[in-house]
């Protein structure tokens, strides 16, 4: 059983910094992919950042260049997501989203989303 779980969200000012995490845990044997995307109510979620597993591969949102900064911890199953210069038009459901290998196959999953709230 896999499971993926984020943390570190929560209630900043504009311009403040926040860093998100997201461990997988289980019976893993690989991990091909990790990305952050986000979600606002009544729109459809977005790509926010990916990486490949070297991490020498990493795509950004043009709405996050320079502000958010994808790394990863292989040894820890784990990628984070530091986003520093936050405004409001960030406020969103953030979710992890993981492409694994397993002993059942490859496949991806979804964390539960954790909030990130920007606002005065």
């Known amino acids: 059983q896999v499971q993926v779980e984020e943390s570190g969200g929560g209630l900043v000012q504009p311009g403040g910094s926040l860093r998100l995490s997201c461990a997988a845990s289980?019976?893993?044997?690989?991990?091909?992919?990790m990305a952050w995307y986000r979600q606002v109510p009544g729109k459809q979620r977005e790509l926010v950042a990916a990486?490949?597993?070297?991490?020498?591969?990493?795509n950004y949102a043009d709405s996050v260049k320079g502000r958010f900064t994808i790394s990863r911890d292989n040894a820890k199953n784990t990628v984070y997501l530091q986003m520093n210069s936050l405004k409001p038009q960030d406020t969103a459901v953030y979710y992890c989203?993981?492409?694994?290998?397993?002993?059942?196959?490859?496949?991806?999953?979804w964390g539960q989303g954790t909030q990130v709230t920007v606002d005065p």
């Open positions: 990486s490949t597993p070297s991490s020498r591969t990493t």
């Open positions: 989203y993981t492409i694994l290998a397993t002993n059942s196959g490859t496949r991806s999953y």
């Open positions: 289980g019976s893993i044997f690989s991990i091909n992919y």
